[in-house]
Each structure stands twice: as C-alpha cells, then as structure tokens.
C-alpha cells in the first residue's frame, strides 16, 4: 500500500502565497508518477500540475501557469502558489500512480491509483 499525505493549505488573502507539500510513504516502487489535482464544490476534479519521477519532465495546467510552480525531491511532492486568486479556492488533492516513469495525459485523474485525502486553500477576496 502506499499512503500519501499533504499539507500545507490554509487561508490567505488574494495575491498572497502558499506551498503545499505530499509526503508518499510505503511500498513505492522504483518510478511512480505524482500530481496535483484540486476540486471545488460543484466543480469536477481538474489536474493541476504534474512530476515525473526525476522531477525534471513537469507539466502545469493553462490556468495556473506562470503562477504555480510544481517540483518534486523524488517521494516528496511540493506546489508552490503565487498570485492567489478567489478562484483558486479548492481542495487540493496529491495522487500518484505506481508504477509509472512518464504518463501520456499526466493531468487526467483515472491516470493515477493512489490519493490523499487532500489539503484545503481558502483564497478570499
């Protein structure tokens, strides 16, 4: 089993800054595939940005590019956020898919076999 844990939410207000982190803990293997999805209450779950297992192949979703910035030291998974909007308000959830070295459509949620349970940010106008 494999567990993953983040935090790092909280409340800030618009234009402020967070970073959230996912600890992946238990039977990992060699190479595994993270990400970072959020959803908002009514919305569907969107991919937010993603790591391969080196850290080095990234991918951000259009709507927080140039404002989130993901990175990624092998078991630990991090999402630093700039520029916060109200909009931005969800819970963030860390998700990882075992085994994996690069995925076609990293930002797709069904690519992935474990999840957090999810830190909430709050952004307030």
């Excluded at 402020?16 to 190479?31: E, H, K, Q, T």
């Excluded at 192949?57 to 999402?79: H, N």
């Excluded at 959830?93 to 690069?102: E, I, M, R, T, Y």
């Amino acid at each position: 089993q494999v567990q993953l844990v983040e935090s790092g939410g909280g409340s800030v207000q618009a234009g402020g800054s967070l970073r959230l982190s996912c600890a992946a803990s238990g039977n990992l293997a060699n190479n595994y595939c993270m990400a970072w999805f959020r959803q908002a209450p009514g919305r569907e779950r969107e991919g937010v940005a993603a790591a391969d297992i080196t850290g080095r192949r990234t991918l951000t979703a259009d709507s927080v590019k140039g404002r989130f910035t993901v990175s990624r030291d092998v078991a630990e998974l991090y999402l630093t956020m700039n520029s916060l909007q109200p909009e931005d308000t969800a819970r963030y959830f860390c998700a990882a898919k075992l085994p994996c070295f690069q995925l076609a459509n990293p930002l797709r949620g069904p690519e992935y076999n474990y999840w957090g349970e999810g830190t909430q940010v709050t952004v307030s106008s």
